[in-house]
Nanobody, 126 residues
């Protein structure tokens, strides 16, 4: 049984930082592309960032480029999202997800991501 668990969310002031983590069990983590997604109340889910299975390629949404950094530790089966210079518009539930793909690049579109966590809430106050 695959389990995806996000952690690290919380309440932070604008300009602050948070580091999200996502641990996965029940699958071979090192062969999956991984992505971070977020959904704010009343809005559609959007892709934030993704990273290929070996970490060689990453993609970021324009809204987070230069502020967020995705990384992974395959030995620890853990995905990370370092979020700096946070803005109130970053407030959302953040989810990580896993996609098994033969593509050399990953995508921040949520199609193809099979395993999802329950999310961790990030709230940025102004």
């Amino acid at each position: 049984q695959v389990q995806v668990v996000e952690s690290g969310g919380g309440l932070v002031q604008a300009g602050g930082s948070l580091r999200l983590s996502c641990t996965i069990s029940g699958l071979t983590f090192g062969i999956y592309h991984m992505g971070w997604f977020r959904q704010a109340p009343g809005k559609e889910r959007e892709g934030v960032s993704c990273i290929t299975w070996n970490g060689d390629s990453t993609v970021y949404a324009d809204s987070v480029k230069g502020r967020f950094t995705i990384s992974r530790d395959n030995a620890k089966k853990t995905l990370y999202l370092q979020m700096n210079s946070l803005k109130p518009e970053d407030t959302a539930m953040y989810y990580c997800a896993a996609a098994l793909s033969t593509n050399r690049i990953c995508t921040t579109g949520d199609r193809g991501y099979k395993y999802w966590g329950q999310g961790t809430q990030v709230t940025v106050s102004s």
